[in-house]
């Protein structure tokens, strides 16, 4: 028997639910269910609509407004906003579309007109469908959009819901919740040197750990990378929220135990208090990520409460990262100089480029201030190459028989364009390879380590001298020394500085000293400033030497004037 009921005689039934009732075989197979009304009478109703509206408690041939006012019934969160809705819709000759909930299931209203005419229509179309699965779908999808696939835990769409939510509570309920971000320490070397996989399963060790030190009430987020924060709920006293960063430090800073592989990283905490430091997530986010970038700054593996001056030191730092953008462009950027004498002649053999800032409106800019920030953010690159040319340049008029030693950073060995801008620079200022020294610290070894020593085998090869600077303050001077056929080697100013005030402070320079005779390789003390210091180094074999003693950092015009006055014995001559 066909399914679809016809409740009119077609002959009677003018257009559009004539059209229907000649549809009727086919609409009978679609999935939505469709009721056709025309002049408020019931004229159509097809076998899935009689299936789905079944349990709706709808008469037998109800007229429109009974299905209506049937259908708003079984909406009981918001009844009356519909019944609203339905009228409007119906004085207007309008649309509308609703969902309504029966038995477990979700089902989708769609009503309709046709052939309206100044304001009045002809009839009405009921579409019913069952969503259950769809909605059941899209419930799940959105859910899984909310968590970090890898660690299962809440991401940051879902965090900042989170977040709303205690910082509601707490403008109601003039409480407290906290914010702690926490960032984890020498996460990236495992993951660089043992694969992505270890390090995700390190992440999910991590994520473990942190949701089993936390109450219920409390949330911990993964929003990126290896950064998690941490919502503390319903906090009475800050020290809770103290004792739960000091566990959290301890709890990831423990060894792990993954595919066989025994791992120790640390965590470095940021923490931000509401309403103390704002009411807003945006606002205690940042809070808490300046309490973080000062635990890092500390020494890691710390955690720090938000203090206001940390703002201020923030903008400060992000005015002097402008400037330094600037800087290059304005030509405020300077060599000095400082010369390092050979101990067997007493004569000036080579003098080191030092970069210096003169701000114009800060004045001299010292450079532990500002290299360390150009580094981090990436302007070490062109500035070195800016350093590389001008000390080229500035060589090139001195004696024959000077050296130039300029520093170069781990960042600049990280491109392709060293050797390039190197060799320009000699090409442009006409000095030769051999008069050109570049300084290296163990920083640089650590990245890359292959790619590195070809680059610098290719300086070698060029004519160019490298040396390693700040030697004996890492964990691989020695090793390197073995890679890698140093021209130089040059002993920290803190040995220098001990030799006249710890008892070993002689047996360290003698011994480094001595390596560097047994190796064929040259050994300048930095950092001298006293007689009493030049004696002791004479004595234990250091073939040259650098400090205030000898002379402070100068400008490049003053270096000949300098060589003047120091005359025959101290001046190697060409």
Known sequence: MQAVQVLARPETIPGPAEAALGLAPYLDVVRQGFIVFERGRLVLCTGPARELVGGFGLPDRPSLRQALHTLCRLLPLRRNALFAQVRRALERCEGLAFEILRAGLTFEIGIQPFGPSRGACQGWTITVEDVTLRRAAEIAASERARLDPLTGLPNRLHLRERLEDALVQVETSDGTCAVLLVDLDRFKPVNDTLGHAIGDA??????????????????????????????????????????????????????????????????????????????????????????????????????????????????????????????????????????????????????????????????????????????????????????????????????????????????????????????????????????????????????????????????????????????GTGYSSLSYLRSFPFDKIKIDRSFVADITQKPDGDAVIRAIAGLGRSLGMTTVAEGVETEDQMRRIRAEGCTDVQGYLVSRPIPAEALLALFTDLGPHGLAQA
């Open 202 to 471: 390190l992440l999910a060790k991590v994520a473990d750990r942190l949701s089993a030190t936390l109450r219920p009430s409390d949330t911990v987020a993964r929003i990126g990378g290896d950064e998690f924060v941490v919502v503390q709920h319903g906090v009475t006293d800050l020290e809770e929220t103290r004792v739960l960063a000091r566990r959290i430090v301890d709890l990831i800073g423990r060894t792990y135990m993954i595919e066989g592989q025994l791992l120790t990283i640390g965590a470095s905490v940021g923490v931000a208090v509401a309403p103390r430091d704002g009411t807003d997530a945006d606002r205690l986010l940042k809070c808490a990520d300046l309490a973080l970038y000062r635990a890092k700054l500390d020494g890691r593996g710390a955690f720090r409460f938000f203090e206001a001056e940390m703002d201020a030191r923030m903008q400060a730092r992000r005015r002097l990262e402008l400037d330094i953008r600037q800087a290059l462009g304005r030509r405020e950027f300077s060599l000095h100089y400082q010369p390092q004498l050979n101990l067997e002649n007493d004569r000036v053999t080579g003098c080191e480029a030092l970069l210096r800032w003169h701000h114009p409106e800060r004045g001299m800019v010292p450079p532990g201030e500002f290299i360390p920030l150009a580094e981090e953010i990436g302007l070490i690159v062109p500035i070195g190459e800016w350093v590389i040319r001008q000390a080229c340049r500035d060589a090139v008029t001195w004696p024959a028989a000077i050296t130039v030693a300029v520093n170069v950073s781990p960042a600049q060995f990280k491109g392709d364009r060293l050797v390039e801008v190197i060799v320009s620079a000699l090409a442009g200022s006409g000095l030769p390879a051999s008069r050109l020294e570049i300084e290296i610290t163990e920083g640089v070894l650590l990245q890359e380590n292959e790619r590195t020593l070809r680059t610098l085998h290719r300086l070698r090869a060029l004519g160019i001298r490298v040396s390693m600077d700040d030697f």
